[in-house]
């Protein structure tokens, strides 16, 4: 557990907060040109929405018809 409170505060001292600088996607994009990390109600409400899209998933699986004919 030391080396990795190591490692980190090495990163830190660095400049490095252990995202990728030339990562592609809306969100590195969003970070680069803002300078701020993403809100969190986009964070959670990201995890929201997968949480309904799979329970939905799983509720069609289960009341579907699976009948042949």
Same mark, same amino acid.
């Not at 190591?6 to 590195?28: F, T, V």
């Not at 986009?42 to 699986?61: E, N, Q, R, W, Y």
């Given at each position: 557990m030391k080396f990795v409170k190591m490692k980190i505060l090495k990163? #830190?001292?660095?400049?490095?907060d252990g995202i990728k600088k030339k990562s592609p996607g809306i969100l590195p994009i969003y970070r680069d040109l803002i300078?701020?990390?993403?809100? #969190?109600?986009l964070a959670v409400g990201h995890g929201m929405a997968a949480l309904i899209g799979f329970l939905f998933l799983i509720i069609f699986i289960f009341l579907h018809d699976h009948s042949l004919t």
């Amino acid at each position: 557990m030391k080396f990795v409170k190591m490692k980190i505060l090495k990163l #830190k001292k660095l400049g490095h907060d252990g995202i990728k600088k030339k990562s592609p996607g809306i969100l590195p994009i969003y970070r680069d040109l803002i300078g701020k990390f993403i809100p #969190k109600w986009l964070a959670v409400g990201h995890g929201m929405a997968a949480l309904i899209g799979f329970l939905f998933l799983i509720i069609f699986i289960f009341l579907h018809d699976h009948s042949l004919t």
